[in-house]
């Protein structure tokens, strides 16, 4: 049986984007999958559905920082979240930050991994910012990126290649169903499946006929 293309819409302002990132990480070198990386703008895909970031319903807010507490201990992720983070959330825009991540996604595919797991570091757990020119350069150099190349890429960050790609990849995330993130699309049966949430990862594996073993599996050992 071949193996089954499993795609990861994701954007660094989200904290269950990187929840649901890290675990899939894990699962690519455990489940018959191949993991595609998605960089997306989750505003867009919110203007366009018409949702609203989960602060804005006080409830909701209340809930989600109880929440991602308990998920960062369970799925063993460094987030670090606190009621002022709200508004810290709704004043930074991901934008520059996610055509960064696009553009060494077009350029250095290797370093995509890597330097989207620094953007959350910072955001997330470092609770610093990301959306200034310099900031983004302390990423870069933390995923090991060159200064060189790194001036390239924020140089195309303005480019038309760059904006398009993001934008192509954000409704094309909308059109599997997305309305918000993370959002995962698992290519099986020859038919496309959603599934919302960083929560929803065993039931994937369930869909795809792979077996859960919880958000930290241990790698199993080489066949002798």
């Not at 894990?26 to 998605?38: A, F, M, S, T, V």
């Not at 930050?97 to 570091?121: H, V």
């Amino acid at each position: 049986m071949g193996r089954t293309l499993v795609e990861l819409f994701y954007d660094v302002v989200s904290p269950y984007s990187w929840l649901g990132f890290e675990v899939l990480c894990r699962y690519q070198h455990i489940w018959n999958i191949d993991l595609r990386l998605r960089p997306a703008f989750l505003g867009g895909v919110m203007q366009a559905t018409g949702n609203k970031p989960p602060a804005m319903l006080p409830k909701r807010a209340e809930y989600m920082l109880k929440d991602v507490k308990r998920m960062a201990k369970y799925y063993q992720v460094p987030v670090q979240i606190a009621e002022e983070d709200f508004q810290r959330i709704l004043s930074t825009s991901s934008l520059g930050a996610m055509r960064f991540i696009t553009a060494i996604d077009m350029t250095q595919p290797r370093y995509l991994e890597t330097l989207s797991r620094e953007f959350w570091i910072r955001f997330w757990s470092q609770r610093e910012d990301i959306s200034q020119l310099e900031n983004i350069l302390s990423v870069a150099r933390k995923a090991g990126l060159s200064p060189e190349l790194s001036q390239k890429l924020l140089e195309m960050i303005s480019s038309p290649a760059v904006k398009n790609r993001l934008k192509e990849t954000t409704e094309e995330a909308i059109k599997y169903g997305a309305f918000g993130m993370p959002a995962v699309v698992a290519h099986f049966n020859g038919e496309p499946h959603l599934f919302f949430g960083s929560d929803r990862l065993e039931l994937l594996g369930s869909v795809i006929g792979e077996k859960w073993l919880g958000p930290v599996p241990s790698v199993p050992s080489p066949k002798m």
